[in-house]
């Protein structure tokens, strides 16, 4: 059965920083690309970032660009997220989820089909 389990949500001022994790149990993800996406509340899900298998390739919204970053450790079948210069705008339960095709990278919801259960993040004014 595969999980993915997300941790590092909490409450932070403006400003801070968080680090999200996700790891995958039940079976190897390491040729997937691995993602993030956020939904705020009373919105739609919304893609954040994504990270190729190799860890070379990525892709960020322009909304956290430069301010987030993705990677992985194959080796523990996890993928984090750094998330720094936080703003409220960022308040939102952020997913993990896995693509279904390997080795590429994509922005699309339908395009995952293993997600995690979410983890909160709140960003205080």
């Known amino acids: 059965q595969v999980q993915l389990v997300e941790s590092g949500g909490g409450l932070v001022q403006a400003g801070g920083s968080l680090r999200l994790s996700c790891e995958a149990s039940g079976r190897t993800f390491k040729f997937n690309t691995m993602g993030w996406f956020r939904q705020a509340s009373d919105k739609e899900r919304e893609f954040v970032a994504a990270?190729?298998?190799?860890?070379?390739?990525?892709d960020y919204a322009d909304a956290v660009k430069g301010r987030f970053s993705i990677s992985r450790d194959n080796a523990k079948n996890t993928v984090y997220l750094q998330m720094n210069s936080l703003k409220p705008e960022d308040t939102a339960v952020y997913f993990c989820a896995v693509d279904k095709a390997l080795y590429v990278i994509r922005r699309t919801i339908d395009d995952y089909d293993y997600w995690g259960q979410g983890t909160q993040v709140t960003v205080s004014s």
């Open positions: 990270i190729r298998w190799s860890g070379g390739s990525t």
